[in-house]
């Protein structure tokens, strides 16, 4: 990885199964070392946000399927799912947030959303309507009320459940030295 930020995101929306537990750990990084601030947000307690309050966004998020791609030396992934995973469907048949059991954001894997009665974006409204509700549920989970902030210590290690916390980095300059798992 470059030294550049990373906005806040979800690993491996390209397989079948995206890894639940992940885990970072900082190795090095000296007095020069500047920003490399890990960011972590809740997707999960933002879709229980975002359905009292926009219910129709949220009902979006939940059933259209987003195009996702990885290739890189000669190795190709692709899948599709919504940005919230619902369990069940509650009693009158629509998408509660208290069900939603996984997110899936990762700009950096997104494919093109495309017109298509499949997808459930038949109409340019539609379309409209699913850009707004993921650049608003990626502005709720940049804000100060959603993202927390840390340097994580050189030696210390982080474990986080990556189908339902969405991380990211500042950018930074100097050495520094990061490992991680699935």
Same mark, same amino acid.
């Given at each position: 990885?470059? $030294? $550049?930020? %990373?906005?806040?995101?979800?690993?491996?929306?390209?397989?079948?199964?995206?890894?639940?537990?992940?885990?970072?750990?900082? %190795?090095?990084?000296?007095?020069?070392t500047?920003?490399?601030?890990?960011?972590l947000?809740?997707?999960?307690?933002?879709?229980?946000?975002?359905?009292?309050?926009?219910?129709?966004?949220f009902? %979006?998020?939940?059933?259209?399927?987003?195009?996702?791609?990885?290739?890189?030396?000669?190795?190709?992934?692709?899948? @599709?799912?919504?940005?919230?995973?619902?369990?069940?469907?509650?009693?009158?048949?629509? @998408?509660?947030?208290?069900?939603?059991?996984?997110?899936?954001? $990762?700009?950096?894997?997104?494919?093109?959303? $495309?017109?298509?009665?499949?997808?459930?974006?038949?109409t340019?409204a539609?379309?409209?309507?699913?850009?707004?509700?993921?650049?608003?549920?990626?502005q709720?989970?940049?804000?100060?009320?959603?993202?927390?902030?840390?340097?994580l210590?050189?030696?210390?290690l982080?474990?986080?459940?990556?189908?339902?916390?969405?991380? @990211?980095?500042? @950018?930074?300059?100097?050495?520094?030295?990061?490992?991680?798992?699935?």
């Amino acid at each position: 990885y470059l $030294n $550049n930020g %990373i906005t806040l995101h979800t690993d491996s929306t390209y397989f079948a199964e995206p890894p639940h537990l992940q885990s970072f750990g900082q %190795i090095y990084k000296t007095k020069e070392t500047v920003g490399g601030v890990n960011v972590l947000c809740d997707g999960v307690a933002v879709a229980r946000r975002m359905q009292p309050e926009e219910p129709e966004m949220f009902a %979006i998020l939940c059933s259209t399927p987003v195009p996702t791609y990885y290739c890189k030396e000669g190795l190709s992934f692709s899948g @599709a799912r919504p940005v919230f995973t619902v369990a069940k469907k509650s009693a009158g048949g629509e @998408a509660s947030a208290l069900d939603v059991v996984a997110v899936t954001m $990762n700009i950096y894997d997104r494919s093109p959303m $495309n017109l298509h009665p499949a997808t459930g974006l038949a109409t340019a409204a539609d379309l409209s309507l699913w850009y707004r509700a993921y650049h608003r549920f990626q502005q709720l989970c940049e804000s100060d009320e959603f993202a927390q902030t840390f340097d994580l210590p050189v030696g210390d290690l982080l474990f986080y459940d990556n189908r339902r916390m969405l991380h @990211a980095r500042t @950018a930074f300059s100097g050495p520094r030295v990061m490992a991680g798992s699935y």
